[in-house]
């Protein structure tokens, strides 16, 4: 078995003035995939007959599981080649996180395949061996990592782990319509070169609010953010949201920047939170009709991510 945890959009992401400056920052939440692999050694294993020839013993469920049966086949392989045994299986991917939305349901449904396929077979997945594997596939968020991360999502590698926050909530809603996470990240930035030093300002000061636990800081970083990100993808909530974010007296507005959801932080340790939560709960329906309350993930920063690192619960394991 493996788990991953999803995130609420990003905290912040854009370019950085650096090659392959493409970069975000996640905001976990309590959203899980979990995955099951049971596996099984594939007719004609030790005949010969090459790698390729063990796919069609992996079957995915859903069968429109199609990324996370593609890493499961490339570690059968990864598999084979250790051991010289061909094995396939059953892959079971069940999700609790919208797919579309720009909540890493795909990041997460590969992290959670990974550590399952690779605990069933005593294949060591690593951050860096699951990064490698996953930069085959797709642009990536950081959810291999129990922490807020900074990350760059187009080469799927890990910039630098910046910690944890306390718990907040997440008053949601979604725009309509979902986004291809593959088709979005070929879109040209139209981001200047003042816009990239400011990113890495607000990645700098981020890394500092995230350090001193600062949420009125986290808030208006994020809702700064997705300010900018007007220009590549825009959201015609956005002004609305943060007008609504004023009037309950939340911290800042948080999206999606390559997806269609946005929400309000809230403070959950505020005494008024109650007060708060609902009334930014009515104002953001009479807005955008549905409304979602989320909670943040406070993980243990820059723990290890073994096996099923990231279990709802706080499990730090799998059975």
């Excluded at 094995?87 to 992290?111: C, F, H, M, Q, W």
């Excluded at 060591?124 to 490698?132: D, N």
């Excluded at 300010?227 to 948080?254: D, F, T, Y």
């Excluded at 953001?284 to 619960?313: D, W």
């Amino acid at each position: 078995m493996g788990a991953a945890f999803g995130t609420f959009g990003e905290l912040l992401q854009g370019v950085l003035p650096e090659e392959d400056g493409d970069f975000l920052v996640t905001l976990p939440i309590a959203r899980w995939t979990m995955a099951t692999f049971r596996p099984e050694l594939a007719s004609g294993s030790g005949s010969g007959s090459g790698p390729s020839s063990g796919f069609r013993d992996v079957e995915v469920r859903p069968a429109g599981k199609t990324k996370a049966l593609r890493l499961a086949r490339a570690i059968c392989e990864l598999a084979e080649r250790q051991t010289g045994l061909r094995a396939g299986g059953t892959l079971r991917v069940n999700s609790v996180i919208p797919e579309g939305k720009g909540l890493a349901s795909s990041s997460a449904d590969l992290v959670a395949t990974a550590r399952a396929v690779g605990q069933a077979l005593r294949v060591e997945m690593p951050p860096a061996r699951i990064e490698r594997l996953l930069a085959d596939i797709e642009p990536t968020d950081g959810v291999l990592y129990p922490a807020i991360v900074a990350f760059h999502h187009r080469t799927v590698r890990l910039r630098g782990v910046l910690g944890s926050l306390p718990v907040m909530a997440v008053v949601g809603i979604d725009e309509g319509g979902s986004v291809d996470t593959v088709d979005f990240n070929r879109i040209p930035k139209p981001f200047t070169l003042a816009d990239r030093h400011e990113y890495a300002r607000l990645l700098d000061r981020l890394a500092c609010a995230v350090r001193r636990r600062d949420l009125a800081e986290v808030g208006r970083i994020s809702t700064r953010s997705a300010e900018m990100n007007q220009l590549l993808r825009h959201k015609w909530s956005l002004e609305p949201m943060r007008e609504i974010c004023r009037e309950v007296g939340g911290l800042g507005v948080a999206v999606a920047h390559s997806g269609t959801t946005l929400g309000i932080l809230l403070d959950t340790d505020d005494p008024s939170y109650t007060q708060r939560v609902t009334a930014a709960a009515q104002a953001c329906g009479e807005l955008a009709g549905g409304v979602t309350v989320y909670r943040t993930l406070s993980l243990p920063g820059g723990a290890g991510i073994s096996g099923g690192a990231g279990l709802p619960g706080g499990a730090a394991g799998v059975a």
